[in-house]
Each structure stands twice: as C-alpha cells, then as structure tokens.
C-alpha cells in the first residue's frame, strides 16, 4: 500500500473508465480533473490526441465573477466555460469522463453547467 491509498484507488477507478470512455472527433471526451482547490475540464480528441478545449477555475472569467463563491459555484462556471467554447468550436456532442471521480459534488457541477450551455451527453 502507498502512502496515498486514496490516490491509487481513483487511478484504478480512472483505468476502468478509460477502457470503455473514448473520445472521437465527432464525440469528443470532457475530462474534468478536481484538486482540493481547483477544477480543471478539457475536451479532448482520442484519436488524434489532442485537446479541443480547455476550462479551469484559474481563469480570470471564473475568478473574477466569482470572487466570493463557493467551489460549486465555480465548477458550474467552469462547466458552462467549457461549453461555451466547444459551441464555438462547433462542438455540441461529448463523452463525460469523471476521470476516476464519484459523479457528486464539483465533477456534477462541472456536467450540470456544461448541459445548462447546450452540451450533450
């Protein structure tokens, strides 16, 4: 056992669903990735490899307008951040990745913003 037990369990949690949770061009895959302070999200395209979009809570639009909020709030933000420029990518189809995550919390904000700005899942 390591010394981060916790740690280990969402890699294993996150190797599961990597198995079956591919990201396509037509159908890319939102990753959301949630440290004790931040949330992080990307699309990313598997097959090519490489990231569509990225949003995270560092950013000045989601500091900015939300100074005093909770970290939920930020997510949410984040989430609709995220759409956002996938809508203007012309993206509107995704996979969600949790990313090893329980789906509660920030990673369900994150979904929740994204399907509030036209994101489906």
């Given amino acids: 056992m390591s010394l981060n037990a916790k740690a280990d369990q969402r890699v294993r949690r996150k190797s599961r669903i990597r198995k079956k949770v591919m990201g396509t061009e037509e159908r890319p895959r939102l990753s959301v990735f949630r440290s004790a302070r931040h949330i992080y999200a990307q ?4 097959t090519s490899g490489c990231t569509l979009v990225a949003a995270t809570s560092l950013e000045k639009a989601v500091t900015g307008a939300a100074a005093e909020k909770k970290k939920v709030d930020k997510a949410v933000m ?17 996979v969600f990745d949790r990313n090893g995550f329980l789906y509660h919390g920030r990673v369900k904000a994150v979904s929740d913003g994204a399907r509030e700005a036209g994101l489906q899942f």
């Fill in 78 to 94: 984040v989430g609709k951040l995220v759409a956002e420029r996938a809508k203007a990518k012309g993206i509107d189809k995704v």
């Fill in 43 to 46: 699309i990313i395209d598997d």
